[in-house]
């Protein structure tokens, strides 16, 4: 698979080597061996419209990060008020993944948006 999809899929970037561990060169350029490669994160897609979402739109990716799956997200209020006290359902899923803590938005004005 191209594109860090396989590495994603395999559990994490593959473990250096003397020949391409963190001081070498060519390790630097591709990002290999540096605790913080993340992997290939696909482009963010609209989970929820603002017509659907009285105003509220959500774009949503997932990420691995140290062997661990994070969804990262990114709030638009596209209403004319503000928005606060809402709350998202992860409906049951076929890969057991569940929310490991509440998500907790501040109040989110008109106009503005929010990366989470």
């Not at 473990?15 to 060519?26: F, Q, R, V």
């Not at 006290?85 to 501040?106: E, T």
């Amino acid at each position: 698979l191209g594109g860090g999809l396989d590495q994603l899929l395999a559990g994490g970037p593959p473990e250096p080597t003397a020949a391409g561990g963190s001081n070498s060169l060519l390790g630097d350029i591709f990002g290999m061996g540096g605790s913080a490669h993340a992997g290939y994160v696909p482009p963010k897609q609209v989970w929820l419209s603002a017509d659907k979402g009285k105003g509220l739109e959500i774009s949503g990716t997932w990420s691995l990060r140290s062997n661990i799956i994070h969804m990262e997200m990114t709030f638009s209020n596209k209403a004319m008020q503000a928005m606060q006290g809402f709350g998202i359902q992860l409906n049951k899923n076929s890969f057991g993944l569940v929310a490991s803590q509440p998500l907790n938005i501040p109040l989110l004005n008109a106009g503005q948006t929010l990366d989470i």
